[in-house]
């Protein structure tokens, strides 16, 4: 009974390259998200996705950032050429539903980023 | 523009009192707000819900206490435990919406 995988836990990457954050939602859920915290921060909006589908991602910044959600295999949040300032926790959550009485966001453990 | 806020960055409290946690949100069209709990290196794991048209949710050791008309709410634990001890986060949500808005959170430490 897995909850929200997301790897790798721990990512370093050096300013330029790439990073590609995994995302496997819990079983039976079909809505993901995907949030950024900062230190010290809390929690902020990225993007929400269904199967093959963009819904919003109204916190996503408008250059280097990418994200998917593929039908078949795990969400995608894909950063290109890397800079200090994306170093942050990066969390997936999902939810069976969008209806907000059902829409309970359960979170994963977070990717955490470093860039050099 | 921060549209859900908790003034209280940290709080100690002894074990078996009451924990009592703030939040204040701005944005009239939230109708949904939620509590977590967020250890080190890990997710933040749900606590408990309340909807805009309630004014109280109790579960267990928690209940969560909206004020519409003051944009407050609150998260009140008791009796509090040691391994209460962790970051809460208050979030929103509006209906025609999926995105969670966070506050900062509130560290809270629980002692002994």
């Known amino acids: 009974n897995a909850g929200v995988m997301q790897n790798p836990r721990h990512l370093v990457r050096r300013r330029g390259q790439e990073a590609r954050l995994r995302c496997s939602p819990m079983?039976?859920?079909?809505?993901v998200y995907w949030y950024r915290q900062l230190p010290e921060e809390g929690l902020k909006f990225m993007v929400y996705?269904?199967?093959?589908?963009?819904?919003?991602e109204s916190g996503m910044p408008k250059e280097r950032f990418s994200a998917e959600f593929p039908k078949e295999g795990p969400s995608i949040l894909r950063i290109q050429q890397v800079v200090r300032g994306d170093s942050a926790a990066y969390f997936c959550?999902?939810?069976?539903?969008?209806?907000?009485?059902?829409?309970?966001?359960?979170f994963g453990a977070g990717t955490r980023l470093s860039v050099l | 523009d921060q549209q859900v806020k908790q003034n209280s960055p940290s709080l100690s409290v002894q074990e078996g009192r009451i924990s009592i946690l703030n939040c204040d949100y701005t944005?009239?069209?939230?109708?949904?707000f939620l509590w977590y709990k967020k250890y080190p290196a890990e997710g933040p794991t749900f606590l408990i819900s309340i909807s805009s048209i309630k004014d109280k949710n109790e579960d267990g050791r928690f209940t969560v206490f909206l004020n519409k008309s003051a944009k407050h709410l609150s998260l009140h634990i008791v009796p509090s435990q040691p391994g209460d001890s962790a970051v809460y986060f208050c979030a929103a949500l509006i209906a025609a919406g999926n995105k969670l808005t966070f506050g900062g959170g509130t560290r809270v430490l629980v002692k002994p």
């Open positions: 944005n009239s069209m939230f109708d949904y």
């Open positions: 996705l269904q199967k093959e589908n963009i819904i919003d």
């Open positions: 079983k039976g859920h079909s809505h």
């Open positions: 959550a999902s939810s069976r539903t969008g209806s907000l009485a059902k829409n309970i966001q359960y």
